[in-house]
């Protein structure tokens, strides 16, 4: 009985870990160390890519294109995080799991995740063909120095 409480405890611990996660982070918590927006990053980010890697003009536009497109891409896949929370939430105050609507809806986001994998693949590969042989090595330079500094 007891290795049978700690089972479906589990369980629901990981399946609240796994709504945390697909849920994103919506308010300033210490757990969130995200406080600002995501827009905000990523503009950040492209400017710091363009004055690190000295970008052109043309460049700098192909970045930022590139930077707009994955950020609409990451919009339509903010919208299903709720639906997923919602879903889980419901079931946990559901007297019986629904087992097979929850596997359908992780195996919706399996194939959402599939297809942003292959989108940012493929934008990767255009940001790769817009650098000069220098920036690729003065970025894969700088991706080493980081990585070293995260072990």
């Known amino acids: 009985m007891l290795h049978k409480i700690f089972i479906i405890v589990v369980v629901v611990l990981v399946l609240l870990v796994i709504v945390k996660l ?10 969130c160390k995200s406080h600002s927006s ?3 990053k990523a503009n950040w980010v492209t400017k710091k890519i363009a004055k690190e890697l000295k970008m052109n003009e043309q460049q700098k536009v192909e970045l930022d294109r590139i930077k707009d497109e994955i950020m609409a891409k990451k919009a339509e896949f903010k919208v299903n995080h709720q639906e997923i929370k919602n879903a889980v939430l419901s079931q946990v105050k559901s007297d019986t799991v629904d087992q097979a609507a929850l596997n359908g809806l992780f ?42 500094k995260c072990k």
């Open 22 to 31: 697909f849920s994103g982070c919506h308010h300033r918590s210490r757990m």
């Open 38 to 40: 995501h827009e905000k």
């Open 107 to 148: 195996g919706d986001k399996e194939l959402e995740f599939k297809e942003m994998r292959v989108f940012l693949v493929d934008k990767f590969a255009e940001f790769h063909g817009i650098l000069t042989p220098e920036q690729r090595l003065k970025l894969a330079e700088k991706m080493e120095k980081f990585h070293s």
